[in-house]
């Protein structure tokens, strides 16, 4: 097992993780990318997608969905301040899809350029959720 780094994903609500890893996938904003320790530092906007937290490779031992927000990278430490977020094994397929589906009726009724790209915006969250639940 390489050295381990450093983990912390934090939501508005709570604290969701804090532990060793061996390696972290998160989901950037201009693609997926690996975290391992040694990593150069880089700060990255997230979109939204699921963060897999290895402890030991090749073993996943922590899924979980994050909305959006920001990561910072330093040499040993990978953070996550997420939007929002939840553990993948929490996430409802049924009350997602309902939201996708309340979404997209939104997204017809919307009235103005603002609204439109606000309900878009929820609806594509809302798709990268549903993708994670499986």
Same mark, same amino acid.
């Given at each position: 097992?390489?050295? /381990? ?9 709570? !604290? !969701? ?19 391992? $320790? ?19 490779? /090749? ?21 996550? !301040? $997420? ?9 409802? $397929? *049924? *009350?997602?899809?309902?939201?996708? $589906?309340?979404?997209?009726?939104? !997204? ?17 969250? *809302? ?8």
């Amino acid at each position: 097992m390489s050295r /381990p780094l450093s983990f912390e994903l934090v939501s508005p609500e709570r !604290l !969701l993780v804090s532990m060793e890893a061996e390696m972290v996938v998160v989901p950037g904003s201009e693609g997926n990318f690996g975290v391992l $320790a040694d990593h150069m530092p880089m700060i990255s906007s997230l979109r939204p997608g699921v963060i897999d937290v290895y402890a030991q490779r /090749p073993e996943i031992e922590r899924k979980v969905f994050v909305a959006g927000g920001f990561c910072e990278v330093t040499k040993d430490t990978c953070t996550v !301040l $997420a939007d929002s977020a939840k553990p993948v094994e929490e996430l409802n $397929a *049924a *009350a997602i899809d309902q939201r996708i $589906a309340d979404l997209k009726e939104d !997204l017809q009724d919307a009235k103005t350029d603002a609204e439109r790209a606000a309900v878009a915006h929820a609806l594509a969250v *809302a798709q990268a959720e549903r993708a994670a639940a499986g």
